[in-house]
């Protein structure tokens, strides 16, 4: 009886540590603890896969929590700790802190998917008015590279039509294509290139693993090309030109052929 009643507490202990097999306890970012505006590298360190405090990543603690939170391949991770760890101020820095990733034009760029413009206010704390933004464009309950590559569209002409200040250089793009894509990389299929809403929802508006939702991290490890697939998917579907009908784009060119097509 005793027994039972020890062996109850403690599997209630280990349960409420750990709901889910090999998934770290999730916690809350607490006033001392740096954040940033990777909704992902927030949500790492909520489990605990980074340091919660978020600060301290080097190279070490950047793959060991993306390759035990979300099985990327650890050449991938490796490199995105590298083109993340100039956003330390310091020169030849070994490690850089959530809050290091919130200066702006450094990584952190305009038209974001769920963070507000540098210039209107905080561009690093979820902002539920901007991800509706974003949202509005996506159209159904399974997203896909067209419902993705719509929302981000739709917030660079909102920035640039409101915000003077909207910078969106080339590499600004590359990085967003990766971000866009991030969603169907990580808690989506790679075949189809599809994911669904709900995990995607959950995972920004709560900064966690969508687990309790039924996801489970991936089972083969995430590598490079996966990233430049997808990546590639949505710098196509952002694409606003359609092909042409078969046998009515000439008549259509002489159309307008007095205004100089
Ligand atoms: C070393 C690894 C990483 C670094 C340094 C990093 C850094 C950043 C930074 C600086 C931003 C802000 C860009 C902006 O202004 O919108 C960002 C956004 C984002 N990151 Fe990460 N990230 C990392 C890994 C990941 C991973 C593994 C995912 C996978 C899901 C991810 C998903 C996203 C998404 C979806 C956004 C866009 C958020 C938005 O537009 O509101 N990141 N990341
Ligand atoms: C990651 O994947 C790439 C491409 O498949 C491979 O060349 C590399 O060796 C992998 N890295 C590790 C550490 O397994
Ligand atoms: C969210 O973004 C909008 C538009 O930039 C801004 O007006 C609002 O103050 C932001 N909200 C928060 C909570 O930062
Ligand atoms: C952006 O990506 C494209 C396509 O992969 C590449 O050709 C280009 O050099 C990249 N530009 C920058 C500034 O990184």
């Known amino acids: 009886m005793r027994s039972t009643l020890i062996s109850a507490i403690l599997t209630s202990a280990l349960v409420s540590a750990n709901p889910h097999l090999g998934m770290p ?3 809350p970012a607490g006033p001392d603890d740096f954040r940033g505006p990777c909704p992902m590298l927030n949500t790492l360190a909520n489990h605990n896969f980074l340091p919660h405090d978020g600060k301290g990543i080097t190279e070490e603690v950047a793959v060991q929590a993306l390759t035990a939170g979300l099985n990327f391949n650890a050449t991938l991770a490796a490199l995105m700790f590298k083109m993340a760890v100039v956003a330390n101020p310091e020169p030849k820095a070994t490690f850089f802190t959530l809050d290091h990733l919130n200066q702006h034009n450094v990584l952190e760029h ?13 561009n690093h704390v979820f902002n539920k008015t901007i991800f509706d933004e974003t949202r509005a464009y996506w159209t159904g309950p399974v997203l896909d590279v067209n ?31 990766g971000e866009v894509a991030a969603p ?3 808690f989506g299929d790679l075949q189809t290139r599809t994911v669904d809403r709900a995990l995607i929802d959950y995972f920004f508006e709560n900064e966690r693993l969508p687990t309790e939702l039924g996801w489970t991290k991936p089972a083969n490890a995430l590598t490079q090309d ?20 078969p046998g009515h ?13």
């Open 110 to 122: 305009d038209a974001s998917l769920s963070r507000s413009d540098a210039f209107f206010g905080n």
């Open 226 to 245: 996966d990233v430049l697939a997808v990546s590639q998917a949505i710098s196509e579907a952002a694409n606003l030109i359609t092909p042409s009908e």
């Open 147 to 177: 419902m993705l590559a719509n929302g981000k569209i739709a917030r660079q002409i909102n920035s640039k039509a409101y915000n003077p200040e909207y910078t969106f250089t080339e590499s600004m793009e590359n990085f967003s294509l």
């Open 249 to 261: 784009a000439g008549k259509r060119g002489d159309l307008h052929s007095g205004l100089g097509v």
């Open 25 to 27: 306890g999730w916690e």
């Open 184 to 186: 169907i990389i990580v």
